[in-house]
DNA sequence: GCTAATTTTGGACAGTCGTCAAGATTTTCT
DNA sequence: AGAAAATCTTGACGACTGTCCAAAATTAGC
C-alpha cells in the first residue's frame, strides 16, 4: 500500500496529497481539452510527467481520479464575480462591471467553461458526479445571487426572482454564448455583456 | 455498391431512406439511453433488428449515422408548445399552459431532453454537429418567442425581453430542472411549472 | 423456378480502453 | 553506507471500439 493510510510524517502525506493534486490537474486539462467522451487515462498521463501506469497508485479507480478532480474544479468555479461585487460602487457600476466578467471569462476561459457544462452534462447520466455537480451548481447559484443582491441593494429595490429564477437565466444566457463563441461568432461576448446587463435590471 | 445512388423505381428508393430512418431511431434510443460517451454501433444495431455489420451498408460512417439522427431528432424539438400557443384563449391560459407544458414533458421525456443537451454539449468538442445544433436551438428560440410574443399580444404589453434571452433563460430552468428531477427531486417538476409562469410575467 | 441483384450476417482486423502487477528506480531512515 | 519503503515504468491482459469483407440469406426480374 503507500504511505498515506498509515501514520507517517507530514512531509509523506503532503507529497501523497500533492501528487494527487497534480494529476487531477492534468486531468483538467485533458478534460478541456478533449471532453470527457474521448478523456483517457493514458491522455491524462500524457499532460503530466508520468506514464499511465501511476494513475491506479494514487487513485483507486477513473472516477475517483474524476470524481477528485471535479471537486478541485469547484474552487475555481464559485468565487469568480466576488471581486466585482465587491469592487463596484454603484448600481451602474456593478451591471457594467458583471456583464464585462462573464464576457471576459468566456473569451478567456472557453475550454473551462465547456469542460464544466460537459461534466453537468455527464451528471444526467453517470451517478457518480451527481452529487458534486448539483452542489457545485448550487455554489454558483448563489455567487449569481450575490450579485443580483447587492444590486438590489443599489437601486434600493427588492429582487423579482428568485435564485434559482437568476441563476437559470444568467447561466442560459452563458451557455448559449460559449457555443456561439465557439462556433466562431466573435461578436457572442459582446452580446452577452449587453444581455447580461439588460437581464440584471429586469429582475431587480 | 447500392441501389440508391442509381437511377432505380420508386419503391427501392424509399426502402433504402426508411431502413436510414429505423436505423436513426435505433441511434438515438441508445444515445437518449447510455448517452453520447457510452453510445457505440454494437449498442445501436442492438436496438434494432439488425446486425452491427448493417450500420455501414446504410451509413458511410459513425459520424453521418449520428448526424442524420440529430436532424432526426430536430423534428420532435422544435414544435412542442405551438399546441398551447394555439388553445389558449387569454394570457393566463398561455401562461399557465405553458409551464404546464414544459412541466409535463420534463416529467414524461427526460431521456429525450437529456439527449438534447447531451448533443449540443457534444458540438461544443465536435465540430461535425456544430452546424445542425445551432440550427436547432435557433428553432427553439423561435418556438420560445412565438410563445412570449403570443402573451405579450395577449396583455397588450411589449415584450421587454429579446427572443436570445427569453430562450436562454426558459432553457436554463429547464436544464436546471431536468438535473434535479433525474437526481430524484420529484418537485422539480412543479417548481419548473410555478418558476416559468412568473418567468413569464417579468419578460412582457 | 432460375438467375442476378440486393440486403444482411457474423467474424476478423487493428486500435484503444481501464486495470493490474512485476520489476526498476528513487527516496527515506538508521 | 546499506536496508527498507515508497514511487514510477513498462508491458501485458481481456474487453471493447469502428471498420471492413466474404459469405449467407433474401428479394427482384424474367
Known amino acids: 500500500m503507500t504511505q498515506a493510510k498509515e501514520r507517517i510524517s507530514r512531509r509523506a502525506v503532503d507529497k501523497f496529497a500533492q501528487r494527487r493534486e497534480q494529476l487531477a490537474e492534468s486531468a483538467l486539462q485533458a478534460l478541456a481539452e478533449l471532453g470527457y467522451?474521448?478523456?483517457?487515462?493514458?491522455?491524462?498521463?500524457?499532460?503530466?510527467d508520468f506514464s499511465h501506469g501511476v494513475l491506479h497508485y494514487y487513485f483507486a479507480d477513473k472516477v475517483e481520479l474524476l470524481t477528485y478532480a471535479v471537486r478541485k474544479f469547484e474552487e475555481v468555479c464559485v468565487t469568480r464575480y466576488d471581486d466585482v461585487v465587491a469592487a463596484?460602487?454603484?448600481?451602474?457600476?456593478?451591471?457594467?462591471?458583471?456583464?464585462?466578467?462573464?464576457?471576459?471569462?468566456?473569451?478567456?476561459d472557453a475550454a473551462m467553461h465547456r469542460l464544466w457544462y460537459d461534466?453537468?452534462?455527464?451528471?444526467?447520466?453517470?451517478?457518480?458526479?451527481?452529487?458534486?455537480?448539483?452542489?457545485?451548481?448550487?455554489q454558483r447559484q448563489d455567487m449569481v445571487w450575490r450579485v443580483v443582491r447587492r444590486y438590489a441593494e443599489f437601486t434600493e429595490r427588492?429582487?423579482?426572482?428568485?435564485?434559482?429564477?437568476?441563476?437559470?437565466?444568467?447561466?442560459?444566457?452563458f451557455?448559449?454564448?460559449?457555443?456561439?463563441?465557439?462556433?466562431?461568432?466573435?461578436?457572442?461576448?459582446?452580446?452577452?455583456?449587453?444581455d447580461v446587463a439588460a437581464l440584471l435590471t429586469h429582475f431587480v
Open 37 to 48: 467522451a474521448r478523456t483517457s487515462l493514458r491522455e491524462i498521463a500524457q499532460k503530466s
Open 88 to 108: 463596484a460602487g454603484s448600481a451602474e457600476e456593478l451591471k457594467h462591471g458583471f456583464g464585462a466578467a462573464m464576457a471576459a471569462t468566456l473569451r478567456t
Open 119 to 138: 461534466l453537468r452534462n455527464q451528471s444526467l447520466f453517470e451517478e457518480s458526479f451527481r452529487g458534486d455537480v448539483l452542489d457545485i451548481d448550487e
Open 158 to 173: 427588492p429582487a423579482q426572482v428568485s435564485p434559482e429564477v437568476a441563476y437559470a437565466a444568467f447561466d442560459g444566457l
Open 175 to 194: 451557455q448559449r454564448a460559449l457555443l456561439q463563441q465557439l462556433a466562431g461568432q466573435d461578436e457572442a461576448a459582446d452580446r452577452l455583456e449587453a
